[in-house]
């Protein structure tokens, strides 16, 4: 089972729409969950973190934290064609380790 | 405020060479960790540097090493270089412990062995 998992895409949504990103972990002592973005040839870039169960929005993006069930996942909302990148999502496996998922490529269409 | 830069920005190497890749941290920040990132893949942790001391290392070869210097800039050193050692290299940087703060990362080194 690999340390982090995502829906490798890609995920296809209109203009307006809510993108639904989702990633699943494996280490259950896992402290802090991150989501980058990443533009094709290009370096990521941190959008959202997250530390505690639950919801945390930060504008049009929510991330959601589910620790019971190593889940987290981050919603945009009102997608707009400059959001089609590629998002990883990144786990604090422990003090200074991090792990990435594969990333699911997201397009917007207008 | 300066972020993380790396250097040089593409690369061309032939399989067996050596080659050595720079990185200085967002100002202020201490910790720097290397990846590798694949084309379509995730990054995959190299290793991290504090105190000029390899802190944690990933799942590679000791054909990979690196160094860093007082002034908390860092360089990965590749030996006997392969083709699947083609990707992008990422440097990212951190003030301490990432719980809260997660890395900032530099746009990266693009190695193509050829």
């Known amino acids: 089972q690999k340390e982090v998992e995502q829906n490798s895409g890609p995920l296809s949504v209109p203009e307006g729409a809510i993108a639904s990103l989702n990633c699943t972990y494996s280490?259950?002592?896992?402290?802090?969950f991150f989501w980058y973005r990443q533009y094709s040839g290009k370096s990521p870039e941190l959008i959202m973190s997250?530390?505690?169960?639950g919801d945390k929005e930060d504008g049009r993006f929510t991330a959601q934290l589910n620790k019971a069930s190593q889940y987290v996942s981050l919603l945009i909302r009102d997608s707009q064609p400059s959001d089609s990148a590629t998002y990883l999502c990144?786990?604090?496996?422990?003090?200074?380790?991090?792990?990435f998922g594969a990333g699911t490529r997201l397009t917007v269409k207008p | 405020d300066a972020g993380v830069t790396q250097s040089p920005t593409h690369l061309i190497k032939t399989r067996g060479q050596q080659v050595t890749l720079r990185c200085s941290p967002k100002?202020?920040?201490?910790?720097v960790s290397w990846y590798q990132q694949a084309l379509g893949q995730g990054p995959q942790f190299i290793f991290q540097?504090?105190?000029?001391?390899?802190?944690q290392r990933g799942n590679f070869p000791d054909r990979f090493s690196g160094h860093q210097f007082p002034n908390y800039s860092s360089e990965l050193n590749v030996n006997a270089l392969l083709l699947g050692d083609s990707a992008l290299y990422l440097c990212?940087?951190?003030?301490?412990?990432?719980?809260?703060?997660?890395?900032?990362f530099g746009s990266g080194t693009r190695l193509t062995v050829v």
């Open positions: 990212a940087s951190s003030l301490g412990d990432i719980f809260l703060y997660g890395y900032t």
């Open positions: 280490d259950r002592g896992s402290q802090s």
């Open positions: 997250i530390y505690s169960n």
């Open positions: 990144a786990v604090n496996i422990w003090a200074n380790d991090m792990r």
């Open positions: 100002s202020g920040h201490d910790t």
């Open positions: 540097y504090y105190e000029e001391e390899e802190r």
